[in-house]
């Protein structure tokens, strides 16, 4: 082979190795484009300051659902308790956004601050959001199904009541009961000087945090430790005979499923337009039960389908909110006062569910992907290898040799 051909093949194998490398260039930088031009052009395309609010709700339940989707859907486990991680992640957030914020000296929310704001509050809110699944996971994953649901329950329910219950007035001692106290007891915590927590998270931040999510977990899913989990989902037993270790995977999808219920707490106690305030009441099982409804309506495992759930649970609230200003449903809570549409949000979502059951036990889209992931193809441009030509004496030796036995005719 000539040199030329062999220089050709060279430059055809760097360039097909450089493009991937140039199309997640260019990939993220469009999405660093599009969250920008979000964050300026949010108040024109959605002027209703309500429906913006529920615009970024809606990409915050996304990352929640998201991030249940790991234990839940791909580990195959049953946590109920997802409200807790998303409430220490929002609290987290909060007191370190508060007091930045302070210490910048500056009344307004400008959108340069929130770069040296929001990152730290972000990484605060997903380190102490996983430091606490850490704690939470390594004893409960040793138990299955309804025994690690009451207890993800039990830690939720406790994180939660914990702080609705600490005393705010009066002498407070112990640096436990003053931390709690600070924390603002059932009212919820304001900031440091209760005049709400500052509003940094715009559009720019938690599309962009809905983006990366996304990202991170279609890359995790069609990883091998994605595999790995999901054949753990179907039969623990014969994956760990193969060398797996089980609950190494499952204590870290846990920590995994954690952080990422953190990172949405920060987007809900920093969202622009949201509440200044970060209550206990934000984060009752109600909240788990609707995370745990976007996974399986959407379909457990599957990235698409927790989007897609995230988004139709966030709308379908706000739905049966606006149902409540027509005049016949005002009429007829006026006959039946004791006739409250938010109670019978979860009636309404446990039928459907049901119905889900029945006709499509995998959820709207199973375990597949809106868009499905191409294998990749490799092709070589190496030179083949000669064949070498077999001399004389192989030939004779071959013809000679029997074709079972391998001795030659007696």
Partial sequence: MSPSTLGDGARTSRATSTNPLLRRILVTLALIGAVVGLEFAFDTLVPDAALQQLVLFAMVNVVVALSLNVI???????SIGHAGFVGIGAYTAAIVAGHIHKALGVDDILFSN?????????????????????????????????????????FAEIFRLVIATAQTGGDVEGPVAQFLAYLGGQN??????????????GPFWIFGAAAVAVIIAWRLKFSGWGRALRALREDEIATASVGVDPTRYKVTSFVI????????????????NGNPTVQPDQFTFAYSFDAITMVILGGSG?????IVGGVFVTFTVKMIEQLQRF???QALQAAYPSLDLNALRMVIYASV??????L???????ERELFRRKPRQRVSHAPPEPVPARTEVEADSKSETGPLTGKGDK
């Fill in 353 to 358: 569910l049901i119905g889900l059951m029945i």
């Fill in 360 to 366: 499509r036990p995998e959820g709207i889209f199973g």
């Fill in 114 to 154: 929130s770069f040296l704001v929001m990152p730290v509050a972000i990484l605060a809110a997903g380190a102490v959001a996983a430091l606490f699944g850490f704690v939470v996971g390594l004893p409960s994953l040793r138990l299955r199904g309804d025994y690690l649901a009451i207890v993800t329950l039990g």
């Fill in 302 to 306: 599957s990235v698409s389908g927790a």
């Fill in 72 to 78: 839940n859907g791909m580990a195959g486990q049953f």
């Fill in 327 to 329: 005049e016949s449903v």
């Fill in 257 to 272: 499923a954690a952080t990422g219920a953190g990172i949405a707490g920060a987007m809900l106690a920093s969202m622009r």
């Fill in 188 to 201: 919820g915590y304001a900031g440091p000087d209760r005049n709400g927590v500052p509003q940094y998270a």
